[in-house]
């Protein structure tokens, strides 16, 4: 890379190097795309109370005019992470678009609004049926239910044993969910009840080929990210329409999975933010 991009931190693979370079090279076909949970946003015990990291959306919006787009693709709502994330009306930002429940839902920052299909069936039943099945679990203490409109979150964050009542709730969630033709998505203590057909591979590889990118930087932390990961890979090993990639984990202990197959590891959304706001100048 040239002088004025030293200051970027440095992918430990060859790909990843690549996709930094075709970034780097091409901004303008670029799409910069990003979880929001753990990697715009700190973890925090009650999600509701989650709020984009201090600089994260000034650094978005020094970016984003440089680069094809920047994208979030969340397990949230879409208006609820266009909330928590303080995008709407940003200077800069004019053309954010926030992929919700794993892309099935969309804001577009240059309307406002989100275009959502309705919810699916399945999901009444679960609510129905949930409570009964958590009062009768020696792991209930503690637990949680998040109501997320095309989902339901059960959290065990809370709990005396959190990861023993994850690991004790998560035969009785699939079986619920395959019951009314749902899946559960698993993540760091919670358990994702939703709807089957979209994640956030998906998302991506739709989003990249909308636009026909030519270079793709995600970053993320969570299982709910492999899928992602797996979609930037298989964009930039293609036959045809090759584009090269940057991984990014946002925070290096607490999912493996994720971390071993990333090209850049970074330790939580501060240093997110970090690499954005050097991304920013370096464009």
Request: proline share 8%; aromatic share 4%; net charge negative.
């Amino acid at each position: 890379m040239g002088s004025n991009h030293e200051h970027l931190p440095e992918p430990t693979t060859a790909a990843g190097r690549d996709g930094l370079d075709a970034l780097l090279a091409g901004p303008g076909r670029a799409v910069v795309a990003l979880d929001f949970d753990g990697t715009l946003a700190d973890i925090v015990p009650d999600p509701e109370k989650a709020e984009a990291h201090p600089g994260a959306v000034e650094a978005l919006a020094a970016l984003a005019p440089k680069i094809a787009a920047v994208v979030v693709i969340t397990g949230r709502p879409a208006a609820v992470a266009v909330r928590h994330g303080g995008f709407a009306g940003v200077p800069g930002l004019d053309h954010l678009v926030v992929l919700g429940h794993y892309g099935v839902e969309r804001w577009d920052a240059a309307t406002g609004t989100v275009d959502a299909p309705a919810p699916p069936p399945g999901l009444a039943a679960v609510r129905r049926e949930l409570p009964g099945i958590l009062a009768g679990s020696a792991a209930w203490q503690g637990v949680w239910v998040e109501e997320k409109g095309r989902a339901v979150a059960v959290h065990t964050r809370r709990a005396a044993d959190p990861q023993g009542a994850f690991d004790s709730l998560r035969d009785p969630m699939a079986a619920l969910a395959a019951a009314h033709g749902l899946i559960v998505e698993p993540g760091r203590q919670v358990l994702e009840l939703r709807p089957p057909g979209m994640d956030k591979g998906v998302a991506l590889t739709a989003f990249v080929r909308e636009l026909g990118a030519g270079a793709v930087l995600y970053a993320g932390d969570d299982l709910g990210d492999l899928s992602a990961f797996a979609a930037v890979e298989e964009l930039r090993t293609a036959d045809e329409g090759r584009v090269p990639g940057v991984l990014v984990c946002s925070g290096s202990t607490e999912v493996p999975e994720l971390s071993g197959r990333a090209d850049l590891v970074l330790d939580g959304p501060a240093q997110v933010v970090g690499l954005l706001s050097d991304l920013a100048r370096s464009v």
